[in-house]
């Protein structure tokens, strides 16, 4: 099995244009991350084997923040710059470590909510666009 895509967060940039979003996060997250909003309204990482609502994509954070803080993120992105490089026209999943991202179906485990977060366009831009698909066999 392969790691996570590895983030680099000063590479982590919306293309322009983008709709950023806010709200309180309910935890430190890292810029490149990948969140849900909890049902009380606040922010978390996202898990592809997280319960429910955490197995979702609401976006991306596009700036660090510790737990009560406000976070920034982009929902989609035609022309995302992730902060990882992977090949163009790879999809892109969300992982089953909480926030991260892989380029390997394999390391999604059985029983978790297969999401693609995307495609790559080239090696670091990805058409962000979070798709939530059935729970892997």
Request: with cysteine; aromatic share 8%.
């Amino acid at each position: 099995l392969m790691a996570d895509l590895s983030v680099t967060a000063a590479n982590v940039l919306q293309s322009s244009g983008t709709t950023v979003s806010s709200g309180v996060s309910a935890v430190a997250i890292n810029r490149g991350q990948y969140i849900y909003i909890k049902t009380d309204g606040t922010i978390a990482l996202a898990d592809s084997n997280g319960t429910t609502p955490a197995n979702t994509c609401a976006g991306v954070c596009i700036a660090d923040v510790s737990t009560g803080q406000t976070c920034f993120y982009v929902a989609s992105d035609a022309v995302f710059t992730p902060g990882f490089t992977a090949v163009a026209g790879d999809p892109i999943y969300l992982s089953n470590t909480a926030g991260g991202a892989t380029k390997t179906y394999a390391d999604i485990a059985s029983g978790s909510t297969v999401i693609v977060l995307g495609g790559m366009l080239t090696s670091t831009t990805m058409n962000f666009d979070p798709q939530v698909f059935g729970v892997k066999p």
